[in-house]
Nanobody, 116 residues
Framework: QVQLVESGGGLVQSGGSLRLSCAVS????????MSWYRRAPGKERELVAG????????NYADSVKGRFTISRDNAKNTVYLQMNSLKPEDTAVYYC?????????WGQGTQVTVSS
């Protein structure tokens, strides 16, 4: 019902920045709680950041607070993750998630690699 397509990943040196985008289609975007998750090799998927439908509320993993910012543009049906001061431990596949009652959808992921 809902499609999510991530983009913006790549290779960056430690201390650099990237901005990830997630384009959403197939559902009323304003109803969706949007989140970014990541999965590093050999580790479980973890929540990085979340944002409410209106954008009024956000939450972040302790490991990224002060460095990452989640935002959404409801006119463009797009969620962003601005990542600054990147560290090698941020290396992972980053996934966009859309959640609503009776709905839980995932994108295919975008690779972020941070070199030391």
């Amino acid at each position: 019902q809902v499609q999510l397509v991530e983009s913006g990943g790549g290779l960056v040196q430690s201390g650099g920045s990237l901005r990830l985008s997630c384009a959403v289609s197939g559902f009323s975007f304003n109803w969706l709680v949007m989140s970014w998750y990541r999965r590093a090799p050999g580790k479980e998927r973890e929540l990085v950041a979340g944002i409410s439908g209106s954008g009024d509320s956000t939450n972040y993993a302790d490991s990224v607070k002060g460095r990452f910012t989640i935002s959404r543009d409801n006119a463009k049906n797009t969620v962003y993750l601005q990542m600054n001061s990147l560290k090698p431990e941020d290396t992972a596949v980053y996934y966009c998630n859309a959640h609503r009652v009776n709905l839980d959808s995932w994108g295919q992921g975008t690779q972020v690699t941070v070199s030391s």
